[in-house]
T-cell receptor, first 115, second 110 residues
Framework: EAQVTQNPRYLITVTGKKLTVTCSQN?????MSWYRQDPGLGLRQIYY???????DKGDVPEGYKVSRKEKRNFPLILESPSPNQTSLYFC??????????????FGPGTRLTVT | DAKTTQPPSMDCAEGRAANLPCNHS???????VYWYRQIHSQGPQYIIH???NNETNEMASLIITEDRKSSTLILPHATLRDTAVYYC???????????FGKGTRLHILP
């Protein structure tokens, strides 16, 4: 089954304790992306990656890091989490093929609480 | 800023067609219009996309104006399960950011 998986689904942590949220896709997609969603603000892109070893900042990259060492994985790293990073996070992937078929497949979400 | 503008909310009676508008007046020639929806706090789900021709699939129809500056997503027979936030985005698919905006919250009324 084609899917994007995220782990963990729920996480409660404390300020300053480094954490990683994993994202993996089994569709051989080139493009992967992280979003955060906060009430009243919609989905905002954090980072995206066009392919292995290629990453770029989205709209809200501050406080986050990513890496793309393998095509299927795109972990999101919070080196020193703060309470304002409490949010619902989504990972997504899509192909970069010709013909405009760039539909994104989203993971189930990770609800992060930083106290 | 989002490249698209959508009304914050809309109501539609169950069984009727839901028509969700989207303005994208600065769309470029290579950008496609995509529609997604998000039910509760689930991951957004792809609905449909198009470049300049009208498109239809099993979920919805997409009508794009001739000048491509706006589009309408049509859910032909809305049900309670169509209650969701609907996002319209434009995307070329190459080296660019994706901006979702705040979408339209669609309420289906029984």
């Amino acid at each position: 089954e084609a899917q994007v998986t995220q782990n963990p689904r729920y996480l409660i942590t404390v300020t300053g304790k480094k954490l990683t949220v994993t994202c993996s896709q089994n569709m051989n997609h080139e493009y992967m992306s992280w979003y955060r969603q906060d009430p009243g603000l919609g989905l905002r892109q954090i980072y995206y990656s066009m392919n292995v070893e290629v990453t770029d900042k989205g709209d809200v990259p501050e406080g986050y890091k990513v890496s793309r060492k393998e095509k299927r994985n795109f972990p999101l790293i919070l080196e020193s989490p703060s309470p304002n990073q409490t949010s619902l996070y989504f990972c997504a992937s899509s192909p970069l093929l010709g013909g405009g078929t760039y539909e994104q497949y989203f993971g189930p979400g990770t609800r992060l609480t930083v106290t | 800023d989002a490249k698209t503008t959508q009304p914050p909310s809309m109501d539609c009676a169950e069984g009727r067609a839901a028509n969700l508008p989207c303005n994208h007046s600065t769309i470029s020639g290579n950008e496609y219009v995509y529609w997604y929806r998000q039910i509760h706090s689930q991951g957004p789900q792809y609905i449909i996309h198009g470049l300049k021709n009208n498109e239809t699939n099993e979920m919805a129809s997409l009508i794009i104006t001739e000048d491509r500056k706006s589009s309408t997503l049509i859910l032909p027979h809305a049900t309670l399960r169509d209650t969701a936030v609907y996002y319209c985005i434009v995307r070329e698919g190459r080296d660019d950011k994706i901006i979702f905006g705040k979408g339209t919250r669609l309420h289906i009324l029984p």
